[in-house]
């Protein structure tokens, strides 16, 4: 008994010397903390700027396409007021079938395209994402971080540690 007990007093003591040396080792070394304005560098990013430039330009001739099929469909629908009255009811209904086809292949078009255009925008959006994220982490290596915090989950933070020009800086040198 008197053995365990000695035992147990010694692993207590080195289990306490072992903390007080960890803490002090701690305690003499500062974290290096840097902020990042994420929404800032995605905006000021010139590929992000390009990239946007570039989807509304593909998406120009879609937008014209579909304005054509509408401007079809209201020619088709004044024609029909025009000369329904002078139609035989089975001309109408054909008529009106071809008006209503023509609106779902116009509906169709839109959805799909819409639908494209959203999968290209957010996998364009995960890729400079990625990008930024892969930049600053670069940063904080190359610079000796120890951690590097988005500004928008911090109430408050000294202007000398935040680095977002720096990233920006770097992002569009490249």
Do not use: H, W
């Not at 364009?124 to 990625?130: E, H, N, S, V």
């Amino acid at each position: 008994m008197q053995v365990k007990k000695a035992c147990l007093i010694a692993l207590s003591a080195v289990a306490i010397l072992t903390i007080a040396t960890t803490q002090k080792a701690f305690a003499q070394k500062s974290l290096k903390v840097g902020v990042v304005d994420v929404e800032k560098i995605y905006s000021s990013y010139e590929k992000v700027k390009q990239s946007s430039s570039d989807l509304q330009a593909e998406k120009k001739p879609k937008q014209e396409q579909y304005d054509k099929m509408v401007a079809e469909i209201k020619k088709m629908e004044d024609e029909y007021k025009e000369k329904a009255s002078k139609m035989t009811a089975s001309e109408r209904k054909a008529f009106e079938g071809k008006i209503k086809a023509k609106k779902l292949e116009a509906q169709s078009f839109l959805e799909q395209t819409n639908t494209e255009l959203l999968e290209k925008n957010r996998a364009i959006t995960q890729q400079r994402l990625k990008e930024i994220s892969d930049a600053i982490q670069a940063y904080a290596k190359e610079n000796n971080f120890d951690i590097i915090l988005d500004k928008k989950n911090l109430p408050y933070f000294t202007s000398t540690i935040d680095i977002t020009d720096a990233i920006i800086a770097k992002l569009n040198k490249k």
